[in-house]
């Protein structure tokens, strides 16, 4: 039998109702609550007000390749402790920084 290609998830009824749970909390959170959230992480995006998306163009991009990397561990503790969620964005981002400053 040919594989459809597709990933099934299978969910044990905690999770889902962990889920239903934390749904229920960020549901009842403040806009301002949510933007504190959002200046608090240094991943996310700048909140845009008003009509600040007219005009915008979408602009894919481009597709990150998996890498096996060395790194000392004072450089990954670095990362860690500045983006927690997302370490490996993190410093993809600076080297992206890195090698734009170069040009």
Same mark, same amino acid.
């Given at each position: 039998m #040919?594989?459809?290609g597709k990933r099934i998830t299978r969910l044990s009824r905690a999770t889902l109702r962990a889920d239903a749970d934390k749904l229920r909390?960020?549901?009842g959170r403040t806009d301002a609550e949510v933007e #504190?959230?959002?200046a608090a992480d240094p991943l996310a995006a700048p909140v845009i007000a008003g009509d600040g998306w007219r005009g915008a163009e979408l602009i894919m991009p481009e597709q990150t390749v998996v890498v096996s990397l060395r790194i000392d561990r004072a450089v990954l503790e670095h990362f860690k402790a500045a983006a927690p969620t997302a370490p490996e964005a993190a410093m993809a981002a600076a080297l992206k920084a890195w090698l734009d400053a170069q040009e």
């Open positions: #040919a594989a459809s909390t960020l549901a #504190a959230e959002v």
